[in-house]
């Protein structure tokens, strides 16, 4: 009896799991994934058995099995084996690490061909596989591994392929970064519970500033070694800061800016100048400019600049136990 299942096009297939039509015909002359049967003229058409093959494959490569691997067990699993003719895996070796749908068509640059799963999936807008791969990543790899060798280079790529195309993938940036806060957050669940006389480190967004994933990674990070912080977002005014500062009486005051044109250095002296405790004893907190948009400019007295997120915890993991010291000094250690 013949197949009378409904027929896609590649295309329409293609824009269904997130890859290029170009990646479709390659798997198709590489590893013998095309349609069972074809249309007059060899045009491809694919049936549901067809695409959910193709899901399969895109599964397996997503996890990280190279394709030809990846390929080989969607086609038995379908029941199918490689078309004559067909690239077998020994012929497509180690192409296969930067061939077709090695990012889903987004620019990764060096990431790691082991992680580049999440940019399939974050492409697919595969929500279930991308909460599995960050999971995953942390548990594996650890917090900063994750989030500088693949989130980051994730989010970079996906918002330069945005700028690029006239707004597409946009859906893809916001759903992956969803995903990414959600996991990070997690992460701080899952961290114990810091000291509450300990006092915290205080992060926001310049005014003017959205891009909260970098600060949601720091204290993610923080939270993991047992630090306290106060997480207040994106684009918190000047005067909100000064008056979190004075309410909070933070040990370090973390900055965000992206670009430039929100850094500003005259919001990071006024910080730098806010003072809070009693009269005649006033503490000032450290002020951590954090992200590309502050420059290399020389930096004043009570600042510092990390380059990245494991300096950065670094530097404040060092600057907390200082300032927490004399909380938990014995009183016979000062002769009290």
């Known amino acids: 009896m013949p197949d009378t299942s409904p027929r896609v096009t590649t295309g329409a297939v293609a824009r269904r799991l997130g890859v290029s039509p170009t990646t479709l015909r390659s ?12 249309d007059a003229g060899r045009h491809r058409r694919w049936t549901a058995a067809d695409i959910a093959m193709l899901e399969d494959m895109c599964r397996l490569t997503t996890s990280g099995v190279p394709p030809s691997e990846a390929a080989s067990v969607a086609l038995s699993r379908a029941g199918r084996s490689s078309a004559a003719g067909a690239e077998g895996p020994s012929s497509v070796g180690s192409r296969s690490v930067h061939g077709p749908g090695s990012g889903n068509g987004l620019p990764l640059g060096d990431v790691r061909h082991e992680f580049r799963g999440l940019a399939r999936a ?45 707004d597409r993938y946009v859906e893809v940036e916001h759903l992956l970064s969803w995903h990414i806060s959600t996991a990070l957050r997690r992460f701080t669940g899952d961290a114990p519970a810091p000291p509450r006389q300990a006092p915290p480190v205080l992060m926001a967004c310049v005014p003017d500033e959205q891009h909260t994933l970098p600060l949601e ?78 420059g290399n400019r020389a930096l004043a007295a009570g600042v510092t600049r990390p380059g990245g997120l494991r300096e950065a915890l670094e530097a404040l993991a060092r600057h907390c136990a200082a300032v927490s010291a004399p909380l938990t000094t014995p009183a016979h250690a000062t002769g009290g």
């Open 217 to 294: 990674a720091l204290a993610a990070g923080l939270a993991e070694r047992g630090l306290p912080t106060r997480m207040l977002g994106a684009a918190v005014p000047a005067e909100a800061l000064a008056a979190a500062v004075r309410r909070v009486g933070p040990s370090a005051v973390v900055l965000w800016s992206q670009s430039r044109s929100t850094a500003s250095r005259t919001l990071a002296r006024h910080v730098v100048d806010t003072g809070f405790g009693i009269k005649g004893a006033r503490t000032h907190p450290l002020v951590v400019l954090a992200g590309p948009g502050w």
């Open 27 to 38: 798997w198709d002359r590489r590893y013998g994934m095309g349609p069972a049967a074809r």
């Open 122 to 166: 974050a492409v697919r807008l595969d929500s279930p596989t991308m909460d599995e791969l960050l999971a995953d990543l942390m548990a594996a790899h650890g917090l900063v591994t994750a989030w500088e060798e693949v989130m980051a280079p994730t989010l970079h790529a996906v918002g330069r392929k945005w700028e690029s195309s006239d």
